[in-house]
């Protein structure tokens, strides 16, 4: 049972990831049926301000010393710094809490902090999108899964960016005192008890580069015509090279086949018109070029990790 949540603040931490916590934790809704939860708000030290990432402060009523009794130990966003720059004290109470049984949660960013503390070493984990890439390289133990919206690794719980943090405070919710009382404070916030996804559908898909301007004008050509089957002799021939020429110098230039960076772009060109207009998901696979709607869901579900009605219902006009 989660009787007592400890918040952790360090300086310059984020407001929001902040009062996700609160809103989940820290409100008294006994009168709806929730179980009480004694929210601390813990710092270095007690009373002294903090910066936030927007400039306010925020001023912790508890020492570090009242994480010692709590169920739950959340660490929301702070802006990122080399990890020598974490406070020890910091780390070390982390590093206590887990010892003794404590479940830990970091929103977003938070997870680097865990990592600073040695307590991601050979760990499920995950963090917003665009630093994935920079938590895997500074901690390169951490089985880090960049797709999803929480990890829930048993004691230790972590979240993708943002908004991931209410998924993974309401899944512990949900874990420890039960469905009701999660769909209770689901229904407050006046959000979904559980999506659906990871954070795939949220990353912006780069467009495939050429390195070089020899192919330039044929991918120029191939994004214009996405509704056109294009072999790849028909493309060699356009490109005014034998296939084979061609081939090699396609993934010399671009990293990748014919056949994949096409499916690329069209997929591509499907998120925008799932986004931008109310073409059937036949349509818009016939526009892109692909041949079926069933093969468009395929691709679009790999690439971007949800369904194309989906992703329409969540980010559709």
């Given amino acids: 049972m989660l009787k007592t949540v400890a918040a952790v603040l360090l300086e310059d931490v984020a407001p929001f990831e902040f009062g996700v916590l609160c809103e989940v934790f820290g409100l008294d809704r006994r009168d709806e049926g929730v179980p009480f939860v004694d929210f601390l708000v813990c710092g270095e030290e007690a009373g002294r301000p903090l910066r936030t990432s927007v400039g306010a402060r925020i001023t912790p009523e508890h020492g570090l010393d009242a994480v010692a009794d709590a169920d739950l130990v959340a660490v929301p966003a702070v802006t990122m710094r080399d990890e020598d720059d974490y406070p020890i004290a910091v780390l070390e109470c982390l590093r206590t809490a887990s010892a003794r049984g404590a479940t830990l949660l970091s929103v977003c960013s938070g997870a680097f902090v865990l990592g600073a503390a040695g307590l991601l070493d050979g760990r499920r984990c995950t963090t917003h999108w665009r630093h994935a890439d920079q938590l895997a390289e500074r901690y390169p133990k951490a089985l880090l899964d960049p797709d999803v919206l ?3 690794d048993g004691d230790i719980v972590t979240s993708a ?3 991931a943090g209410i998924d993974a405070c309401l899944h512990l919710v949900r874990r420890e005192q039960g ?8 229904r407050r916030m006046v959000v979904p008890p559980q999506r659906d996804g990871g954070q795939r559908q949220y990353i912006e898909l780069p467009m495939p580069e050429c390195t070089a301007d020899s192919l330039s004008p044929v991918l120029t050509w191939m994004v214009a015509n996405l509704a056109t089957d294009h072999p790849v002799a028909a493309l060699a021939q356009r490109a005014r090279m ?11 230039e671009t990293g990748t086949t014919p056949h994949r960076w096409l499916t690329m772009q069209r997929v591509l060109h499907a998120r925008q018109l799932l986004e931008e207009t109310r073409l059937s998901v036949e349509e818009i696979a016939d526009q892109c070029g692909f041949s079926s709607a069933a093969l468009l869901r395929h691709h679009f579900n790999r690439v ?14």
């Avoid at 469905?179 to 689901?186: F, N």
């Avoid at 034998?242 to 010399?252: G, K, L, Q």
């Fill in 304 to 317: 971007v990790g949800v369904a194309p009605k989906d992703y329409r219902r969540t980010f559709g006009c």
């Fill in 242 to 252: 034998s296939e084979r020429t061609f081939a090699r110098r396609f993934v010399a």
């Fill in 161 to 163: 960016g943002t908004a």
């Fill in 150 to 152: 929480f990890v829930d």
């Fill in 179 to 186: 469905s009701a009382a999660a769909t209770a404070i689901a």
